[in-house]
């Protein structure tokens, strides 16, 4: 079996919903965004507990935006960086609706609209909802120091995005079509420096996408975009060369979430910003408007994700990356 799933029935984004901190407002597409927290906590006492609330204000905006109930959803697939999905379960044990928790890594946003699409087309559920998020001073503690000890990050390190998007997908209509979804496999290239995940989810992304070329015979020219999940400076430019490699220009096409949500200079943020919440809402705040308005109508969104952990850092192990992708249309 290939992992390319094709939606024949019709799957569509009804709608979506996003919330960020305040570093991500201050960026370039920070008017874009639904919701903003000015302190990044949401209302709530702990960093976890505010990232699990920034989910609960995704999806009740993207309830709000499409007049749906929660009794409205079939099924809730959600998740994020931190140990067992804990911000997950905590922000969404209020909506009362069926839930299971993925791990994708900052992949978690594309795997969870291609499941959704799977649900649907298959039958099985008439609305499906795919929640993410990340924040950075959950993640800083659990992966590296707390913010308060003062390390400082290399030039190939990442900033953790605090955000989160919800998306609504039904059959029948919608603000976009999800036509295709491939599940990635995953891809070791050998890379054990935790402060370069973009180049451990570069040979991820070019697993993914050069297998769906192959596979559905299409070429970077045949889309207006390919959209990848937040490899930052170093990833975009090693998947530039992997494809070059290979006498494939995919320069043109490109870019990358991670690139676009901050003034990687002015805000400081070295190589573009990562976790799960950044390529969920800028695809929800950015991408979606303009496939909306008629700017985008075919593109790529691949969602890539490093796959590390406190445990595999601290035994010297290589970071694996995976990579899922969706095919998103417009209405044209």
């Known amino acids: ?15 979506t919903g996003n919330a960020v901190g305040k570093k991500e407002h201050e960026g370039p597409l920070g008017s874009l965004f639904d919701i903003y927290s000015e302190d990044d906590r949401f209302g709530m006492d702990t960093w976890e507990h505010a990232e699990g609330e920034s989910q609960k204000i995704s999806l009740n905006m993207a309830m709000k935006k499409g007049n749906i109930r929660d009794s409205d959803i079939d ?116 890379v054990t420096d935790a402060n370069n995940m973009g180049a451990a989810m570069a040979v991820a992304a070019f697993d993914t996408l050069w297998r769906y070329f192959e596979e559905s015979g299409k070429k970077p ?14 990833g ?3 998947l530039l060369e992997l494809f070059s490699r290979h006498n494939v220009n995919l320069a043109p096409y490109l870019t990358d979430c991670g690139l676009l949500i901050y003034d990687r200079k002015e805000q400081k943020t070295n ?41 595999s850092v601290a035994q010297g192990d290589s970071i694996p990356g995976i990579a899922h992708l969706v095919r998103i249309e417009g209405k044209k």
């Open 1 to 15: 079996m290939s992992g390319l799933f094709k939606f024949n029935n019709g799957v569509f984004i009804a709608s």
């Open 75 to 190: 099924l809730v697939f959600s998740g994020d960086l931190i140990n067992q999905c804990t911000p997950s379960y905590l922000g969404l044990s209020g909506i009362n609706v069926s839930k299971i928790g993925i791990y994708g890594a900052c992949s978690t946003a594309a795997l969870g609209m291609g499941l959704c699409g799977v649900m649907i087309d298959s039958g099985f559920c008439q609305k499906c909802a795919a929640v993410t998020s990340s924040h950075n001073l959950s993640a800083e503690r659990q992966f590296r120091y707390p913010i308060e000890y003062g390390g400082l990050q290399t030039p190939t390190s990442q900033w953790t995005v605090t955000a989160s998007a919800a998306y609504i997908l039904q059959g029948g209509e919608g603000m976009a079509r999800i036509s295709e979804f491939l599940i990635g496999k995953v891809a070791d290239g050998g």
């Open 221 to 234: 020219g045949d889309f207006d975009k390919i959209i990848t999940g937040d490899l930052g400076e170093q």
């Open 236 to 238: 975009y430019e090693i």
């Open 271 to 311: 190589a573009g910003g990562s976790g799960c919440g950044c390529s969920a809402a800028v695809m929800s705040a950015h991408f979606l408007k303009e496939i909306e308005k008629g700017s985008l109508n075919n593109i790529l969104f691949l969602g890539t994700g490093a796959l590390l952990s406190q445990m």
